[in-house]
T-cell receptor, first 117, second 112 residues
């Protein structure tokens, strides 16, 4: 199946710093990518929808100024956690939809574990 | 309000027996359903899906059943293997290019 990568796989940072997470579709073009966050013992929660060439659509309760999303190309979306705090520590996962395939499957990246000290 | 519900947080099954994971949904606009398997610290991996126009889809040891009138779907794994031990997420969507709505997951433990 299609491959989606995320970089870095894990990151530890100090409180107040910013962290950028990359999501790449390696063998297909993705006009739409989604960013999810997984809370302990909870489901995957959608944070935002990232559309190539336009502004991201954020879910209710997600601070767009804190979680900056850029989808600059058909194969890359980035999530930047600005002024990170310990409560931002989580597992962030992106998914992408293959623009060239008619279907509904989303391909997930391996996730990024963020720990804010 | 949770649109996709997995009411059993955990399930233990003996190796070789059938595992049945259940999922209920409330949004009648959902027309595509998927099951994902997830190991700790990894992204979900796709298992099997079903469109709302079908009531059953089978792929090897995995079968998904959909009961639209009851807004219920289930994943059957038979025979269960120790390697199947993971968290299984039920997910639903309203159509192409829309985000998935996930249930909270069910942790399956297959005991040898």
């Amino acid at each position: 199946g299609a491959v989606v990568s995320q970089h870095p796989s894990r990151v530890i940072c100090k409180s107040g710093t910013s962290v950028k997470i990359e999501c790449r579709s390696l063998d297909f073009q993705a006009t739409t990518m989604f960013w999810y966050r997984q809370f302990p013992k909870k489901s995957l929660m959608l944070m935002a929808t990232s559309n190539e060439g336009s502004k991201a659509t954020y879910e209710q309760g997600v601070e767009k100024d804190k979680f900056l999303i850029n989808h600059a190309s058909l194969t890359l979306s980035t999530l930047t956690v600005t002024s990170a705090h310990p409560e931002d520590s989580s597992f962030y996962i992106c998914s992408a939809i293959d623009a060239g395939v008619v279907g509904n499957e989303q391909f997930f990246g391996p996730g990024t574990r963020l720990t804010v000290l | 309000d949770q649109q996709v519900k997995q009411n059993s947080p955990s399930l233990s099954v003996q190796e070789g027996r059938i595992s049945i994971l259940n999922c209920d949904y409330t949004n009648s606009m959902f027309d595509y359903f998927l099951w994902y398997k997830k190991y700790p610290a990894e992204g979900p991996t796709f298992l099997i899906s079903i469109s709302s126009i079908k009531d059953k889809n089978e792929d090897g040891r995995f079968t998904v059943f959909l009961n639209k009138s009851a807004k219920h779907l289930s994943l059957h794994i038979v025979p269960s293997q120790p390697g199947d031990s993971a968290v299984y997420f039920c997910a639903a969507m309203e159509g192409g290019n829309t985000p998935l709505v996930f249930g909270k997951g069910t942790r399956l433990s297959v005991i040898a």
